[in-house]
Each structure stands twice: as structure tokens, then as C-alpha cells.
């Protein structure tokens, strides 16, 4: 016979089991719907990145402010008051989300809250408010980076509306978003600017450095330099790049230079002519061995380097991971490399 006293302690069981099962789930549900809600921005935008803008100052040009977003809720803030003797504030640490504001942990008044948005975050006021008067504009963010444009060559065409003649590959610019570093030459120097471009189009070059040869005419080189610390903004139409001041003048265009289409060179090693392969003192011959389309290695002596590859035109630059030093190699019918003394490089496979 049935044990209807036994039947009914399990049916109670079973549906006290079920109710505490449905209770758990829906609690969970709501934690995690109050974990949505609490980091709506981190949850529905792509929110990790760096951003930067020059937002105003009473007594200086302007104050250069760069936000990095780290996965964790981590940030770093730099803060750099325009022409100022002092070096630029740096701030690390943890940030909070509040709807689609976030505020940064150990900082308090001025840049302490950003409400983030589509590739921008706006400074808020110490009370979490936006600025509404005329400086609104000047108050936003971009996020940095534009792949339109960088990591690619520029041969540069006119400089303040004048044609400039050119070789093939000179004068030439590349924006190279891994250490944020503008290449470019005008002769026979090379000009290397620190540079930041943002999402709106806007772009900022700082004094940098250059080689320092006696070219025979420096005049556009000089100009090139001048052009590129008082490009303002950019405009990209198909293969051209058009650089403006503030006033809305143009100062220089640029013409996309074609990359390699064939590949040829990918998984070969390349000998450097005239080296000597069996003297064990000179480690033996310098080589460049190029792994994919975008990472290689090169030897010179005993020491091999790491380096990243940039390939456009008929040219491969080859970018020591660790020193950012650059090598220069032309592309000769498809066939061996040259690269900037003149030596030849030969295929060994």
C-alpha cells in the first residue's frame, strides 16, 4: 500500500525546494539587473580607452587634460597646464560608476567627474553638473585614436597651398599610434613629433626632435616642422589628408601612399650583403626576418630585437619594440631590400 503521509512530506519538500529555487533566481536576477543599472555606461559602451582635450584656463593657453579608462574600474588622469613652468599632474586609481557618471577615487574638486558618452567623456563640475554657457564645448573629451589615418605613409603635396616636389617616397609623414609618434621627413632629416589625435578630428603635435645632418635645402623641411605645430584640426577626403589651423586656413595635404598589395616578403629572412657569416667577433650576419605582416626581427652583431612592421608603398619600416629606433628598407622589384646606407639585403628562402 501507499504511504499517503510519506507522499505528502515529499510533495511538500519537493514545492518548499521549488519556491526557495525560484526565490534564489529571482534575488539573482535583481543583483544582477542592480549591477546593470549602477554601471549602465560600463555595461552599454565601449568605454575603455583614452581621451583628451585642452579645456580652458584663466592665466595660461589652456590646461591639456588625458583620461585613460582601464578594464577594473582603474583610470589614469594627466593634467597639464599650457606653457607653464610646472610638469603635468598625474593621478591614478579606482573609479565609481553612477548611472553614466563616473567618479574618480582620491580626487576632489576639478576633474573629479566625467559623464561618458559615445567616444567622448565631458568634465563635470565638482557637483556632478554639466557646464551649460559658452564654454560647454570646451569641456568634452575625445577619445584618442583614428585608424583612418594613422599607422599609414603620407606623401606630403602642398605646403600653405604651394606644390611641393617630391621624390617618390620624400617628403613623407606617418602617425604611429603605438608610442604616439609623428615620423616625418623633408630631406634628408627626420623629424619625430609626440602627437595626440582624437575622435573629432582634432589633432595636437608638441615641439619634438630631429636628426641633425646638413641638408642642402632646409627650407621645407623648417616649414614642414612650423606646419605641424600649428595644425589644429584635419579633414580626410578618400586618399587625401588636409591639415588646418585654428583660423580655418589650410596648411599642408597629404596623399595617401598605396600599400603592398603583393605580400610577398611575409615568412622570409633577409641577408645583409657583404656580412660575414662565419666570423663569430661580428656575431655573424646582420639578418631581418619578417614573421607576419606585422611583427619581425632583426639582428645586427649578437643582438636580436623585436620589432613591428609598417609596410606602404615600396616601403618597409621596420620599429624596434623596445627603443621605438626605426629601420628604413625599399622594396626593389620584388626581389631584395635596400635599406637607408645603400646596402643591399638578399632573400635566404
Same mark, same amino acid.
Given at each position: 500500500?501507499f ?15 521549488f ?5 534564489a ?19 552599454t ?10 579645456t ?10 588625458r ?9 589614469q588622469?594627466?593634467?597639464?597646464y599650457?606653457?607653464a613652468?610646472v610638469?603635468e ?7 565609481i ?10 580626487i ?19 557637483e ?10 570646451l ?16 606623401k ?36 619625430r613629433?609626440? $602627437?595626440?589625435? =582624437?575622435a573629432?578630428?582634432?589633432? !595636437?603635435?608638441?615641439p ?6 646638413? #641638408?642642402? @635645402? ?22 587625401h589628408l ?28 633577409f641577408?645583409?650583403e657583404?656580412?660575414n ?14 614573421e ?8 645586427f652583431?649578437?643582438?636580436v ?13 621596420v ?7 626605426? $629601420?628604413?628598407? =625599399?622594396?626593389?622589384h620584388?626581389? !631584395?631590400l635596400?635599406?637607408?646606407q645603400?646596402?643591399?639585403?638578399? #632573400?635566404n @628562402?
Open positions: 500500500m504511504n499517503l503521509n510519506y507522499i505528502f512530506q515529499f510533495t511538500r519538500n519537493r514545492y518548499l525546494q519556491i526557495i529555487f525560484f526565490f533566481i529571482h534575488l539573482i536576477s535583481m543583483d544582477a539587473s542592480a549591477q546593470v543599472s549602477k554601471g549602465t555606461s560600463g555595461s559602451l565601449s568605454w575603455q580607452g583614452s581621451y583628451y582635450g585642452i580652458p584656463c584663466a592665466d595660461c593657453p589652456g590646461i591639456a587634460i583620461l585613460t579608462l582601464m578594464k577594473g574600474c582603474r583610470y588622469l594627466l593634467v597639464h599650457l606653457e613652468a610638469k599632474d598625474t593621478f591614478t586609481g579606482n573609479f560608476w553612477k548611472g553614466n557618471i563616473i567618479i574618480l577615487n582620491g576632489q574638486g576639478a576633474w573629479s567627474k566625467f559623464k561618458v558618452g559615445n567616444n567622448k567623456v565631458i568634465v563635470l563640475t565638482p556632478g553638473k554639466t557646464i551649460n554657457d559658452d564654454l560647454a564645448q569641456m568634452v573629451l575625445y577619445r584618442i585614436g583614428d585608424r583612418r589615418i594613422e599607422n599609414k605613409r603620407w606630403l603635396i602642398t605646403l600653405h597651398g604651394k606644390v611641393i616636389a617630391s621624390a617618390i617616397d620624400n617628403p613623407y609623414l606617418i602617425l604611429h599610434n603605438n608610442d604616439g609618434v609623428a615620423e616625418s621627413k623633408a630631406g634628408c632629416n627626420q623629424l613629433h609626440p $602627437y595626440v589625435v =582624437t573629432n578630428n582634432r589633432i !595636437y603635435f608638441n619634438g626632435i630631429s636628426t641633425l645632418m646638413a #641638408c642642402p @635645402n632646409l627650407e621645407i623641411e623648417e616649414q614642414l616642422n612650423q606646419v605641424l605645430l600649428q595644425a589644429h584640426h584635419y579633414r580626410l577626403a578618400t586618399s588636409v591639415f588646418y589651423n585654428a583660423n580655418q586656413q589650410s596648411l599642408a595635404t597629404f596623399s595617401l601612399c598605396p600599400a603592398i598589395q603583393r605580400e610577398w616578403w611575409i615568412g622570409k629572412t641577408i645583409q657583404h656580412t657569416v662565419e666570423d663569430p667577433i661580428l656575431g655573424g650576419a646582420s639578418f631581418l626576418r619578417l607576419t605582416k606585422e611583427t619581425s626581427s632583426i639582428k652583431g649578437d643582438i630585437y623585436n620589432c613591428s612592421t609598417i609596410c606602404t608603398n615600396n616601403k618597409l619600416i620599429v624596434d619594440k623596445l627603443t621605438n629606433k626605426r $629601420y628604413t628598407f =625599399t622594396v626593389v620584388d626581389t !631584395y635596400v635599406d637607408e645603400g646596402l643591399k639585403w638578399n #632573400c @628562402n
